[in-house]
């Protein structure tokens, strides 16, 4: 990221959360943080538990954030830079990550009036060995008709939403049990659907990595095995020794694939606009 791609997603998660921005610059933003948001990116725990024991009230925080080394803001003595790294953006990236692990919207502009419920989640898949690759997928689920779309998430990014869900469709989430039923249904659909793509994907890198590991082996043994020769080694050190070492190398080059869940959604999407998969029978 360099540094006007840092001011806009600062600039978006403040909008996002309701920080308001009170002085705006190129490179440059004045944001007053509201309580919640003071507590994610400052780090003053103490501060906190005392103004919740005595019941005062806190003086809001303003920042003074800067993108460039070089800006001087008039009338502003103490700035902070934000960069890759630095520890404003990385607890604006905290507080984004744990905001955004569950997000409830409703598409508009749609000539169609119906909207359905759609399960969306973004998945890291890592292929891990002695190399590592890590892949970014979509998925949703049609929680109607039970439909998984692979992609879901680059087709709606750019479609219009709103988090004001029209009063039939607050009356379907007021139904808790059923809701959680339906997305825990779905939930497992898409992961009966990864597990499958993966089973019928290519697994030459993990052959490749297993043929490494087995040169890896048999030169940790040879190795081993002059070390037994030597008189001043102590047996049961050396064996020790040995099965740690077997133990950190399988753990290290084994292949093996994990699945991560990031962030799920739920959408309320024209059902016309999105087709996939359907359930097997």
Same mark, same amino acid.
């Given at each position: 990221?360099? &540094?006007?791609? !840092? %001011?806009? /997603?600062?600039?978006?998660?403040?909008?996002?959360?309701?920080?308001?921005? *009170?002085? @705006?610059?190129?490179?440059?933003?004045?944001?007053?943080?509201?309580?919640?948001?003071?507590?994610?990116?400052?780090?003053?725990?103490?501060?906190?538990?005392?103004?919740?024991?005595?019941?005062?009230?806190?003086?809001?925080?303003?920042?003074?954030?800067?993108?460039?080394?070089?800006?001087?803001?008039?009338?502003?003595?103490?700035?902070?830079?934000?960069?890759?790294?630095?520890?404003?953006?990385?607890?604006?990236?905290?507080?984004?990550?744990?905001?955004?692990?569950?997000?409830?919207?409703?598409?508009?502009?749609?000539?169609?009036?119906?909207?359905?419920?759609?399960?969306?989640?973004?998945?890291?898949?890592?292929?891990?060995?002695?190399?590592? &690759?890590?892949? !970014? %997928?979509? /998925?949703?689920?049609?929680?109607?008709?039970?439909?998984?779309?692979?992609? *879901?998430? @680059?087709?709606?990014?750019?479609?219009?939403?709103?988090?004001?869900?029209?009063?039939?469709?607050?009356?379907?989430?007021?139904?808790?049990?059923?809701?959680?039923?339906?997305?825990?249904?779905?939930?497992?659909?898409?992961?009966?659907?990864?597990?499958?793509?993966?089973?019928?994907?290519?697994?030459?890198?993990?052959?490749?990595?297993?043929?490494?590991?087995?040169?890896?082996?048999?030169?940790?043994?040879?190795?081993?095995?002059?070390?037994?020769?030597?008189?001043?080694?102590?047996?049961?050190?050396?064996?020790?020794?040995?099965?740690?070492?077997?133990?950190?190398?399988?753990?290290?080059?084994?292949?093996?694939?994990?699945?991560?869940?990031?962030?799920?959604?739920?959408?309320?999407?024209?059902?016309?606009?999105?087709?996939?998969?359907?359930?097997?029978?």
């Amino acid at each position: 990221m360099d &540094k006007t791609q !840092i %001011r806009n /997603y600062c600039k978006r998660y403040f909008a996002a959360t309701g920080t308001p921005i *009170l002085r @705006e610059e190129p490179d440059y933003l004045q944001v007053e943080l509201p309580i919640e948001i003071d507590k994610e990116l400052t780090d003053r725990p103490y501060y906190w538990m005392w103004i919740e024991a005595t019941g005062e009230t806190p003086k809001p925080t303003v920042l003074n954030l800067i993108f460039d080394s070089n800006v001087q803001v008039d009338g502003v003595d103490r700035t902070e830079l934000v960069t890759l790294g630095s520890f404003r953006l990385e607890k604006i990236f905290a507080s984004a990550t744990r905001r955004g692990q569950f997000v409830c919207q409703f598409q508009t502009g749609s000539t169609v009036g119906i909207r359905v419920p759609f399960l969306l989640t973004s998945l890291k898949i890592s292929y891990i060995a002695d190399r590592r &690759k890590d892949e !970014i %997928r979509s /998925y949703g689920i049609n929680l109607r008709s039970n439909q998984v779309v692979r992609d *879901l998430y @680059e087709q709606v990014c750019t479609l219009p939403m709103t988090s004001q869900l029209p009063v039939p469709y607050t009356e379907q989430l007021a139904n808790k049990e059923i809701l959680a039923a339906s997305l825990q249904t779905g939930w497992q659909r898409i992961q009966d659907v990864v597990m499958q793509e993966i089973q019928e994907g290519d697994h030459a890198w993990a052959a490749e990595a297993m043929e490494r590991l087995a040169q890896e082996i048999e030169q940790l043994e040879a190795y081993y095995q002059s070390l037994a020769l030597n008189e001043e080694e102590t047996p049961s050190m050396l064996a020790a020794e040995r099965e740690l070492r077997f133990a950190e190398l399988k753990w290290r080059c084994k292949p093996r694939i994990q699945i991560q869940p990031l962030h799920f959604g739920l959408l309320y999407l024209d059902p016309t606009q999105f087709t996939g998969t359907s359930a097997r029978t």
